[in-house]
């Protein structure tokens, strides 16, 4: 079973570019109006218009100095000189706009990739713990069966209660020995089972003893030397069920 993967691109990601798309464009726009200058875009005489000859008398040549132009070389009453600072203007705001849309972008974008890696890392992590093989462990074997004394002596010592409790305590002591440590995710029950199904403890007597376990810890009312017995029991149906292999 593997993870499911997200697209690789979500709608909110298209909305995003085509924003940038759209705003790239309007500065390609507005760059190209502010090169060509203003006049020329609203006062042009259009694409494919013929130019129409001029003729000029001899009487008008004479008669009609040539207008002159201003100091900033605009003619008199021309408002050109105002549309170009009207273009520039819009033309650097439009860049500045575009520059922080993409910076948003980039940020946006580098958030996404952080979320979607830690998705699959736990993904990944939820699935390597549901699926772990199951093979017995020699370490661990040995670390438990090493252990044995001391197992059945916590279990002998003290109230059954505080008994059964070090008893199974002991177990995820000696996997920790031997290199197996809990996950996060697992309860103190939840690894010392998975454990005890790594070395193939007999299932009948680990469920025993898990319940008896659980009964100590959680409930209010004594436990008896009967409990202590049946764990006892138990203990060592556990320890001779656990083998390992050379």
């Known amino acids: 079973m593997t993870a499911r993967r997200s697209p690789r691109w979500g709608r909110g990601t298209l909305a995003v570019v085509a924003v940038a798309a759209g705003v790239l464009l309007a500065v390609a726009l507005v ?44 003619r008199v009453g021309d408002g050109s000189g105002l549309l170009h600072v009207v273009a520039i203007i819009l033309n650097l705001a439009t860049v500045v706009v575009a520059v922080l849309l993409l910076v948003w972008l980039a940020r946006w ?10 998705r699959i890392a736990r993904a990944a992590a939820l699935e390597q713990a549901a699926f772990d093989v199951l093979e017995p462990s020699d370490a661990v074997a040995r ?20 008994a059964i409790v070090e008893c199974w305590h002991r177990f995820e ?23 005890l199904n790594l070395v193939d403890a007999a299932p ?9 376990y659980r009964e100590a810890r959680f409930s209010e009312h004594e436990l ?3 409990d202590r017995a049946a764990a006892l029991e138990a203990l060592d149906d556990i320890h001779r069920s656990i083998g390992v292999r050379a």
Not at 43 to 65: E, F, L, R, W, Y
Not at 149 to 162: F, K, V, Y
Not at 180 to 193: F, G, M, N, Q
């Open 31 to 74: 760059t190209w109006a502010a090169s060509i200058g203003p006049s020329e875009v609203l006062h042009g005489d259009g694409i494919g218009k013929a130019a129409q000859p001029t003729v000029q008398s001899s009487q008008s040549a004479t008669a009609s100095p040539p207008a002159q132009p201003d100091q900033d070389g605009d």
């Open 109 to 118: 974008l580098r958030r996404l990739r952080h979320v979607r890696r830690a």
């Open 143 to 162: 670390e438990l069966l090493a252990d044995a004394d001391s197992q059945r002596a916590a279990l002998t010592g003290g109230t059954p209660r505080n």
């Open 173 to 195: 002591l000696a996997s920790a020995a031997a290199g197996v440590d809990r996950h996060a995710w697992e309860t103190s029950s939840e690894h010392t089972l998975r454990v």
């Open 204 to 212: 009948a007597s680990v469920s025993v003893l898990a319940r008896l």
């Open 224 to 226: 008896t030397e009967a």
